[in-house]
């Protein structure tokens, strides 16, 4: 599976940004899906998950109630719709497929990584 994100960009507080998470490959339907993001100096750190039914989904609490991730796995491609966003939540932003199929919260889980999205809220 080949992972590529886009969407990130500049915003201010309070704005909105959606990721998208293209993949390519045959498995992406069976496989479970999270966004990562790491700070300048800091570790990377989970953000969301979601199965590969996009029946189950886990945010950080960090995000929830902020953060929505949804997935379309004829397009294969997930999203992550960012609301209210603040200067905290700038970062770059990973995302990851797991074959595992069920929606896991742990980096070690994650077979598959993207490049990586800069999202900077900033004023």
């Known amino acids: 599976v080949q992972l590529v994100e886009s969407g990130g960009g500049l915003v201010q507080p309070g704005a909105s940004l959606r990721l998208s998470c293209a993949a390519s490959g045959r498995t992406f339907s069976t496989a479970a899906m999270g966004w990562f993001r790491q700070a300048a100096g800091k570790e990377r750190e989970f953000v969301v998950t979601?199965?590969?039914?996009?029946?189950?989904?886990i945010y950080a609490d960090s995000v929830k109630g902020r953060f929505t991730i949804s997935r379309d796995n004829v397009k294969k491609t997930v999203y992550l719709q960012m609301n209210s966003l603040k200067p905290e939540d700038t970062a770059v932003y990973y995302c990851a497929a797991s074959s595992k199929g069920y929606a896991v919260r742990t980096y070690n889980e994650y077979e598959y990584w993207g490049q990586g999205t800069q999202v900077t809220v900033s004023t």
């Open positions: 979601i199965s590969w039914s996009g029946g189950t989904t």
